[in-house]
């Protein structure tokens, strides 16, 4: 498959680039760490969008999923004293199965019944974090360190390398899946249930499956933000996080698969731009307020997303030939 | 026993404000089809608004109308001049464009407000006054009449006027409702201007109970969500019933219980209610016609 | 029994509507099989019980999944039904429009997929071996109803005609015994009717399949079915061949209106 071998190097190389962008630039121990937060919310949204996206539900509740691989990774590996790579599966695991639980429930019926019951759990999560503070540390937070691999303990560059490394190799397995009969089935079941049923698609085996893929990539998430930040606390995991991933799936574009990088990219850079603008910089939340008219734009007007304007203003501008429809980017 | 009943009529309080919340959440979808995911920042956002007007040093009465008049505003704002262009957007594109009016929402908060939590007044001060045994603020009291009368009011619109019929022919199917002549425009207009109203009353109720901050209308606007679900979204009524029930069992539990986890058995107690009644007490199967 | 599909006494009632009412009809081995009747006789109401879209209220459908192999799809789910052997189109063309005719295909063969989720996202051996021979099979059946080239089209640019036949070419992707066709030739102009027809036939030697046919075009049903069945009300009007219907007094009735005596005087 040609196409799949380009699209894996186009997401290598997109790799590659972005392990030796700090290294080359000698970048500031600031700049990782915007980095560092692109490539571990790009990881998350990636599962987000495979929900959203894909197959067409919405979760308003995975930064609860973020949060409980952030505790289960940071409790295993400092509690326990486990291998790294060990409680990082662990990050994954879990969360699919929490999310395959709380799927379960809420799926059976229309989309808002998902959207209700993870609002609900975005809203108790952090009450529920803080109780268990013999797991999380309670209110005031748990701390870890970078991991040790094979007795060799990581720094902070070269976590950042882990996480970028991790992102790649899930993109590579999500657009394989992506373009295999279960995404197909995914894509299906968001366009035409009555078609996906018909072709034999048990919507709420996909829809759980679906569910399920995307809070385990949360989880991962997770696990790699507190191995980057060393600490979290229970408020972190709220509805203000959920809502980051949706918008960053949505300005990047729903359903592709770089869109989750780009969503996030725009997310981050968005506030950190803003401050350098001298008036606008002092204006409290209106990098939030413009990150909501871009979720409000970009579902009337441009639903592809941020991650095919370059394709698409190169077609309207430079290119001779009638714009035929395209498939979108993935 | 007294306290018990104390709990009952504390429950009434929480009910009017998740119910008219919720009233307000239903009326727009069934009308529309889209769940407003920003009732409760909007609400919350109005009550910045009223607490404003009134460290403005506005009479808090004349504040909280003129809030209301504001709220109206907003809501007819949206539907005219975002809704109304997104006719063609999925409901799952519509869901997720009120996500971003929440962002907008708790955006415009601080910006225009700053970012401390600001003071609002009870509607009456005093003092308990004692009725059978069971203590009630005036306040709570002025509380559930006005959202029984207006709940009230709203019904006997619904049921017994022309704009009632017409909300409700539309809400039961919008496209005859069309062919009939029935004005679905302005419906939309009308129940998102009421809609956006319920919900900053709302809030007004909660501002002088939490101070009025970005994050107060989160429990209340959960648990209008939960009353919903109870209720079942197929009726109006439902989402009320919902209300009173999820009112009264929030402030038991948080009484004999525990307060802090209130929220959370109510959660646990919705998820065992998608469960075994998904589509809500009131709620009605619908065969989709393929 | 050695009906393909025998359908007993179905009835279905919405509200206090009776949409079918005791419906009985068989269908054989490599047949095709007409269900014609007036707008609103409850022909695609009827489609929709066999293939799980609506639960009747009572009735049985009996299906011939292979020599020994007789099944209610009655007792089934909805998205259990193509696994059975039975697939299906849409009065509306229900195909992925954002997704090439290809893919659409490979949708239609999603039943029969047997590698699960991991294994497609690490790219086994056994994946891609059954990704392979999908795709040969889906540019297979383009082959044979000239889309070939139009395999990597996306479907939501091409003309209704060729959505059409694409919706065709994804039944068989399934293997199916028996195809159900909901109105294939609406919206086709005399000429594509007149290939449709061909299609139709060709599918029912080559692949070896039952057809079941909804239709109004009267000609195409009387030209490629071997048997047919005529409703009205939801009731069994007839059953038999295309001459014993077009004589049968009822479904003239049905369709021509009751003739009256007296406005002949």
């Known amino acids: ?323 035929e429809a395209e498939e979108v980017d993935l | 026993m007294d306290l018990f009943f104390q709990n009952i009529v504390g429950g009434l309080q929480s009910a009017s404000m998740y119910g008219l919340a919720a009233l307000g959440l239903v009326l727009i979808y069934k009308t529309t089809g889209v769940i407003n995911f920003a009732q409760g920042e909007l609400g919350m956002f109005h009550a910045f608004i009223a607490a404003w007007l009134y460290a403005s040093g506005i009479h808090f009465v004349i504040a909280i109308f003129l809030t209301l008049i504001i709220a109206g505003l907003v809501g007819f704002l949206i539907e005219w001049g975002v809704m109304q262009h997104a006719v063609k957007i999925d409901h799952l594109g519509k869901m997720i464009m009120t996500m971003g009016f929440v962002m907008i929402a708790q955006g415009l908060a601080p910006m225009f407000f700053g970012n401390n939590p600001l003071y609002f007044p009870k509607m009456i001060q005093g003092d308990p006054i004692t009725i059978g045994g069971v203590s009630i603020l005036p306040n709570t009291i002025l509380i559930i009449v006005i959202t029984l009368s207006i709940m009230g009011g709203l019904f006997y619109v619904l049921q017994r006027s022309k704009w009632g019929l017409a909300i409700r022919v539309t809400a039961e199917n919008i496209q005859t409702a069309k062919l009939m002549g029935v004005p679905t425009r302005m419906v939309s207009m009308a129940v998102w201007t009421v809609g956006t109203i319920l919900g900053a009353l709302a809030a007004i109720m909660v501002a002088p109970l939490t101070t009025v901050s970005v994050t107060m209308m989160a429990d209340i606007h959960l648990k209008s969500f939960i009353s919903a679900v109870l209720g079942g979204f197929a009726t109006f009524y439902g989402p009320v019933i919902g209300a009173f029930i999820i009112g009264i069992l929030n402030n038991i539990i948080g009484f004999y219980i525990s307060s802090k986890w209130a929220t959370a058995i109510l959660y646990i107690f919705i998820l065992g209610v998608l469960i075994f009644k998904p589509t809500g007490i009131f709620g009605k199967k619908f065969i989709k016609k393929v | 029994m050695n009906a393909v599909l025998k359908v007993e006494n179905l009835s279905i009632s919405f509200g206090g509507l009776k949409a079918v009412d005791d419906l009985s009809f068989e269908i054989g081995e490599n047949m095709i099989y007409g269900l014609i009747g007036p707008n609103g006789a409850g022909k695609t109401t009827v489609f929709n019980c066999i293939t799980k879209f609506y639960t009747p209220n009572t009735g049985h459908v009996m299906f011939r999944r292979s020599a020994n192999d007789v099944v209610d799809l009655l007792d089934y789910n909805v998205h259990q039904i193509i696994g059975l052997g039975l697939a299906r189109t849409f009065q509306n063309v229900e195909l992925i429009k954002d997704l090439s005719i290809i893919d659409n295909l490979l949708i239609g063969a999603h039943s029969q997929y047997k590698t699960s989720v991991l294994q497609q996202a690490f790219l086994s051996p056994s994946a891609r071996k059954e990704e392979k021979e999908y795709r040969e099979k889906a540019m297979d059946i383009l082959r044979q109803l000239g889309l070939e080239d139009k395999a990597d089209a996306i479907a939501g640019s091409q003309p209704y005609g060729v959505l059409k036949n694409v919706e065709l070419a994804r039944t068989l992707m399934s293997s199916p015994k028996l195809i159900i066709i909901d109105e294939p030739a609406a919206g086709l102009n005399e000429t594509e009717t007149e290939a449709l027809a061909k299609m139709i036939k060709h599918i029912r030697d080559f692949y070896h399949c039952s057809i079941l046919m909804v239709e109004h075009d009267m000609g195409l049903v009387m030209s490629t079915c071997e048997r047919i069945c005529a409703i009205n009300f939801g009731k069994k009007l007839a059953e038999g061949t295309p001459q014993e219907i077009k004589s049968n007094k009822y479904v003239q009735e049905a369709y021509l209106g009751k003739d009256d005596d007296d406005a002949e005087n």
């Not at chain 1, 590579?172 to 079941?189: D, E, Q």
């Not at chain 1, 996906?196 to 790699?224: C, D, E, N, P, W």
């Not at chain 1, 008036?279 to 939030?288: E, N, P, V």
Request: hydrophobic share 55%.
């Open chain 1, 1 to 323: 498959m040609s196409i799949r071998n380009m699209k894996q190097a186009q997401y290598m190389l997109f790799g590659v680039i972005a392990i030796l962008f700090p290294i080359v630039t000698s970048a500031k121990g600031s700049t990782i760490t915007l980095l560092a937060s692109i490539g571990i919310l790009s990881i998350a949204t990636l599962g987000f969008n495979v929900l959203l996206g894909y197959s067409g539900q919405i979760s308003l509740g995975h930064g609860a999923f973020m949060g409980i691989g952030a505790y289960v990774s940071a409790y295993f590996v400092s509690q326990l004293e486990l291998p790294f790579f060990l409680a990082l599966a662990l990050a994954a695991i879990i969360p699919f199965f929490v999310g395959f639980i709380l799927g379960l429930i809420a799926l059976r019926l229309e989309g808002h019944y998902l959207a209700i019951a993870t609002l609900g759990l975005a809203v108790v999560i952090e009450e529920i974090f803080a109780e268990f503070s013999g797991f999380t540390g309670g209110w005031s937070g748990t701390k870890t360190t970078y991991p040790t691999i094979f007795g060799y303990t990581f720094d902070k560059l070269a976590v950042y390398i882990l996480i970028i490394t991790i992102l790649v190799i899930l993109m590579i397995v999500t657009y394989n899946f992506m373009k295999s009969s279960t995404g197909r089935a995914l894509v299906a079941m968001k366009k035409s249930e009555h078609a996906a049923q018909a072709m034999g698609v048990s919507l709420f085996k996909y829809k759980l499956l679906a569910f399920s893929i995307s809070t385990m990539y949360a989880g991962i998430a997770g696990s790699l933000y507190i191995h980057f930040f060393r600490f979290a606390e229970p408020k972190l995991w709220g509805i203000g996080l959920s809502l980051d991933l949706l918008a960053a799936a949505v300005i990047g574009g729903l359903g592709t698969i770089g869109g989750a990088v780009v969503g996030v990219g725009f997310l981050k850079i968005l506030p950190t731009f803003l401050q350098t603008v001298p008036i606008l910089g002092d204006i409290d939340g209106l990098s939030f307020v413009l990150t909501g008219i871009s979720i409000v734009i970009f579902v009337m007007f441009y639903p592809k997303g941020l991650i095919n304007l370059p394709v698409d203003i190169y077609k309207k501008f430079f290119s001779k030939k009638p714009t």
